[in-house]
């Protein structure tokens, strides 16, 4: 069994910092890719950032300059920087893993952080 631990989510003011961050532990072979997901009230979950094992990137655009995704591969652990906050980056964080067991191939995801950006 895969677990993620996330952490990092809080109340913070418009054009303020957080950072995120996701451990995953148990059962795992190999991680092909761990990322950031974000969904808001009445929206759909969206990719918000994404790092591969070799640490290839991609940013949904909105974010792209203000977001940063990093990882620990020692410690199976994916941080996201989030600069320049707006009220719009209001939503449940939730990390994804991409990972591998045995020779499948897995998703899991984490329980989500809330981030609210407001005044």
């Known amino acids: 069994q895969v677990q993620l631990v996330e952490s990092g989510g809080g109340l913070v003011q418009p054009g303020g910092s957080l950072r995120l961050s996701c451990a995953a532990s148990?059962?795992?072979?190999?991680?092909?890719?761990m990322g950031w997901y974000r969904q808001a009230p009445g929206k759909q979950r969206e990719l918000v950032a994404r790092?591969?094992?070799?640490?290839?990137?991609n940013y949904a655009d909105s974010v792209k300059g203000r977001f940063t995704i990093s990882r620990d591969n020692a410690k199976n652990t994916v941080y996201l920087q989030m600069n320049s906050l707006r009220p719009e980056d209001t939503a449940v964080y939730s990390c994804?893993?991409?990972?591998?067991?045995?020779?499948?191939?897995?998703?899991?995801w984490g329980q989500g952080t809330q981030v609210t950006v407001s005044s």
């Open positions: 994804h893993l991409d990972w591998n067991k045995s020779g499948s191939r897995s998703y899991s």
């Open positions: 790092i591969t094992s070799a640490g290839s990137t």
């Open positions: 148990g059962s795992i072979s190999s991680i092909n890719a």
